[in-house]
């Protein structure tokens, strides 16, 4: 599978039509049982939360998508997974299919007011952001939160594990599930951090970082295990959808997962 070398500067491949994709995505989680939520984060902007909760449910699992307008292939992941409805049957899952639902028609990173979203989670300067952790604030604890993004410098898949409690890891085993569709990146060095094999294991200290990613909200506030996938832009969509779709099934139906004992204080 070869790269395709179609990224200057930044993101040039294919554009996807984001209220169709949420359309297909949303219609598919009412015909399967989902709660649709509707967040109104300022006049016309509308964001959308699912959520499948079961009394049997023995884990929380929470994911993401659509927080960046140039990377495509994550809302179209999860209008798939939502349609093959193949979730762990003992899990409570709730999930956002597209955060930035502003920047995708103009094919940038950021939102229509310039933000990027993805750095907003400490100060909620964006209404996006701000809505967003609204709703978060009122969920549960979650035992296992994944963020589906895309990298269009890299040259293969890989993620980002934030382990704070060293719990047993699931990267090794999305890893080896991804490289059956998708090549996995395997610089020794990827976004400036130590990396093996496609894995990045940041030394993290939230409060010693001005500008937050989701991520960093959720593992100070909301979960304690947290996986950021990246499917590599510069591969064709549909290899890149396969990736991150893969990953959220590796890392969703690997059995159980140590239950969060506590919910977390605000920091």
């Known amino acids: 599978m070869q790269w395709l070398g179609k990224n200057k500067d930044g993101y040039r491949g ?3 039509e984001i209220r169709e994709i949420l359309s297909d995505a949303l219609e598919a ?3 399967h049982g989902w709660q649709i939520e509707t967040l109104a984060a300022a006049p016309g902007l509308i964001l959308y939360a699912v959520s499948r909760v079961i009394p049997t449910a023995t884990r929380n699992i929470y994911l993401s998508t659509g927080i960046h307008g140039d990377e495509p292939a994550g809302p179209l992941a999860v209008r798939q997974l939502l349609q093959e409805d193949a979730w762990p049957a003992h899990a409570n899952l709730w999930l956002c299919p597209c955060l930035n639902p502003t920047g995708f028609p103009l094919n940038r990173r950021e939102n229509a007011g310039g933000i990027d979203l993805n750095r907003d989670y400490r100060h909620l300067e964006s209404p996006e952001i701000r809505a967003h952790v609204a709703w978060l604030d009122r969920q549960p604890a979650f035992d296992l939160a994944l963020g589906l993004h895309e990298d269009w410098e890299t040259h ?10 060293n719990r047993p890891s699931l990267a090794e085993r999305v890893i080896a599930a991804v490289s059956r569709v998708c090549p996995i990146e395997t610089a020794r060095i ?5 990396a093996q094999n496609g894995i990045i294991r940041p030394q993290m200290d939230p409060t010693q970082r001005p500008r937050w990613p989701e991520a960093f909200y959720l593992i100070s506030r909301k979960t304690r295990l947290s ?12 290899t890149r959808v396969a990736a991150l779709a893969t990953a959220v099934n590796a890392a969703c139906n690997q059995g159980p997962i140590t239950p969060s004992p506590v919910l977390y204080a605000r920091g």
């Open 14 to 16: 294919e554009r996807i």
């Open 29 to 31: 989680a009412r015909k």
């Open 156 to 165: 293969g898949f890989y993620l980002y594990e934030l382990n704070p409690d």
């Open 190 to 194: 990827i976004e400036d951090r130590p």
């Open 227 to 238: 996986y950021t996938l990246e499917a590599p832009s510069d591969f064709p969509l549909p």
